[in-house]
């Protein structure tokens, strides 16, 4: 009895001598750290705090979707930058998406040529860094563009020029009653989808659950246009000559060519990933899964909507997951191409105006840390939502 | 009534023919007007002119979707390219679309472009000004380092080869010594050799090295040192001891959780502040640091599938041998987790040569650095294209050589379960 009392003791103790170690080391390494940091901030006579965030932050920003001049303080700046960097990665996963399940679809392809073409695609811009794809579109392929004057047109609509894309601008008027449509929408169709599921689980029958939410969707908000006073009318960019050189558009929004640049390339190179992800989740639904399905008499699209899909979409989920936060990430890469993403703006400029070197970085990387972590528990919500359920 | 039956092999005889017609009348007019910009079928009406080839191509094709007809390679043709009227139409798109980017394509490339000369001035053609590439490569070769010094750089590197050569045609037991001299030895060795300040070599600053080879050095660092580091945290994080498992939890997610640029930016401007007055670290250093620490992360992610995908009759096996934690994990474990985690890794090491052009945010500048660099130099201006597409086409072979090695080296080493 002693001699296992004893031994159990002295497993514990055998344990407890490496982490001791370990937290020790490492509490050192922090108070070294900030001993050294406390006494450099004392030699330039700055103090560790965040009261910057309300003094003027006095520069301009080229691109911002909130109201921002060289008045506002450093705060409102750090703003303008997170929400463009939210901008350009919303834009980026977006059409990501896109792109990535056309490519994987058509590696799958029984035609060779499109899935000859989709490999290739896959081999060429996952294999050449992504900094290399920004510098390429923006100082190689969008400086080609030409300048205001003779910009190219879509139908007087757009223009494209090496300027920016020149888009028609949305004005509405009472847009938050069509916000509230489009939201009781969407509840509707939850409601709606959740009846079908509960239709189809009790009695075996199949609602046409795709063309009612579709409906729903188009409907509801086109009501309040004709009798809630919602209207949208456009803006639409015109040429305008400043001086006998130089011209320009006024009206509509301008899309500047650094977030074009950025957003193409980031979309491109996510979209192989996202390809390879889709291609090894069909590929790993397994054959005889289709062939039970159509042995039981469903048709080729239900077999696709109600068999494949939701075992594809189980494989393909978690690494697109990853995806995402690489493209979140790797958004940060504006910085190379004067995108005013949260990079540039605050840990670029903000931090050589003001030297608060430990407060800015380590309030990006806070962000960022944020931002992945909100996107990944999401995702995992989502996952779990998707997950085989037994019963 | 027979003129418009479904194509079978009773007609053979009269849609073949037909539909082969076709199909070579839509290539030929595309395929002319693409090259010699020539409309051949000019005579329709313009709107019509535009989607003929479209058209006859769809038709042709249509006629010739002979199921069973008997020829082997008209058989192979419809199961590939034809199989239905919607591939039939990818088919044709894809087709046009290829034989369209051609001749741009070749005109920029090689047809209009420049390779003779030495100033902006001899690049008169429409296409590329490889002139540029051809003065410059010098500089993306080996960045601002003395052109009388390069030698050294290119030893360094000769030797590495010929070990890493050698070391294929000998035997298992010298090949063990070939490789932990390239680990423990060759990098001082190399360091030394580039860096100089002893042994009669002439000292080049961190700041002076660049180009490619430095896009190498600092690659062939960071994996070096990223690999066990990565692998140690792996081995934290599935550690049954909580602080040594929740320090390497937080250390990989905190890695993980941010974006490389900001990692280097804390190295540049950050880290300074946390080192004793008036220390100083080399930039390149600092950098190698943050770029192994970032990579080693998720390096650790990648071994820890490969540990959690190991049964665990494995662990308990070796622990029923007698053997301890490390022995355990040396002899047993790792070598059967890294082997199944080889695609993991590779991706990991080809992101890390992938990002290794973002040092430029601390000043250093590798290949794509230079190119920004040579772009806005005066006397060279526009050359943007030609610059980047050249270093894409180098990354490009680096990159797809490796993923193709690591492909070879997971089919070499998989073994049957």
Known sequence: ?391 | MNIISKPSKDNIKSYLPTGITLVFLSLLDVFVNAFFNYDLLGFFPSQISYFSPLIFGFIGLYLIRIEFSGIRSLDILNKNINSNNFNAFLTLLTLFILIKSIPPLLNWFILDANFVGNTKEDCTGDGACWVFIKVWFNRFMYGLYPDAEQWRINTAFLILFAIVGVSFFVSAKLKKYFILFLIFIYPFLGIELISGGGFGLKYVETAAWGGLSLTFIISAFAILFCFPIGVFLALGRRSSLPAIRYISIGFIELWRGVPLITVLFMSAVMFPMFLPDGTFIDKLIRVLIAITLFEAAYMAEVVRGGLQALPKGQYEAAKSLGMGYWRMNALIILPQALKLVIPGIANTLLALVKDTPLIFVVGLMELAGMIGLAKTNPKWLGMAMEGYVFAGLVFWIICYAMSRYSQNLEKKLSTER
Request: proline share 4%.
């Open chain 1, 1 to 391: 009895m002693i001699f296992k009392k004893f031994s159990i003791e002295n497993k514990k103790a055998r344990d407890l001598i490496p982490q001791a170690i370990t937290v020790l080391a490492l509490l050192s390494v922090i108070i070294y750290f900030a001993t050294n940091a406390q006494i450099n901030m004392g030699n330039r006579g700055i103090s560790f705090g965040f009261g910057f965030l309300n003094q003027e932050a006095s520069f301009d920003i080229t691109f911002s979707m909130i109201e921002y001049d060289g008045s506002r303080s450093y705060g409102r700046a750090f703003l303008v930058g997170l929400l463009n960097t939210i901008l350009v990665s919303a834009i980026g996963i977006f059409f990501a998406t896109i792109a990535g399940v056309i490519v994987g679809v058509s590696r799958l392809s029984d035609n060779y040529l499109i899935a000859k073409v989709a490999e290739w695609y896959v081999e060429i811009f996952r294999n050449i860094p992504l900094i290399l794809q920004i510098f390429f579109w923006y100082f190689a392929a969008l400086r080609a563009l030409p300048l205001p004057e003779n910009g190219i047109s879509f139908n007087d609509i757009s223009f494209l020029t090496i300027k920016g894309w020149y888009v028609p601008k949305f004005i509405w008027t009472n847009f938050n009653i069509f916000l509230l449509s489009v939201i009781a929408a969407f509840i509707a169709i939850y409601f709606v989808n959740s009846y079908a599921t509960k239709q189809r689980e009790q009695f075996g029958k199949q609602l046409p659950t795709t063309t009612i939410s579709l409906s729903t969707l188009i409907l509801v908000p086109l009501i309040t246009f004709l009798f809630f006073g919602v209207s949208l009318t456009f803006e639409y960019p015109v040429l305008k000559q400043l001086s006998p050189t130089v011209y320009t558009y006024e009206g509509g929004v301008s899309i500047i060519p650094e977030l074009i640049a950025l957003a193409l390339a980031l979309s491109m190179y996510t979209a192989t990933f996202i390809a390879e992800n889709v291609r090894a989740g069909i590929l790993g639904v397994s054959k005889g899964q289709k062939e039970a399905a159509a042995s039981i008499g469903l048709t080729k699209n239900q077999i696709l909507k109600l068999v494949v899909m939701p075992q594809a979409l189980r494989i393909i989920i978690p690494p697109t997951t990853n995806q995402y936060l690489n493209l979140t990430k790797n958004s940060s890469l504006a910085a190379a191409i004067a995108y005013p993403d949260i990079v540039l703006v605050f840990a670029g400029t903000a931090l050589m105006q003001t030297g608060r070197a430990i407060e800015i970085i380590s309030i990006t990387m806070l962000t960022y840390l944020t931002l992945s972590i909100s996107i990944s528990i999401f995702m995992n919500w989502y996952n779990k939502k998707m997950a085989i359920k037994e019963k």
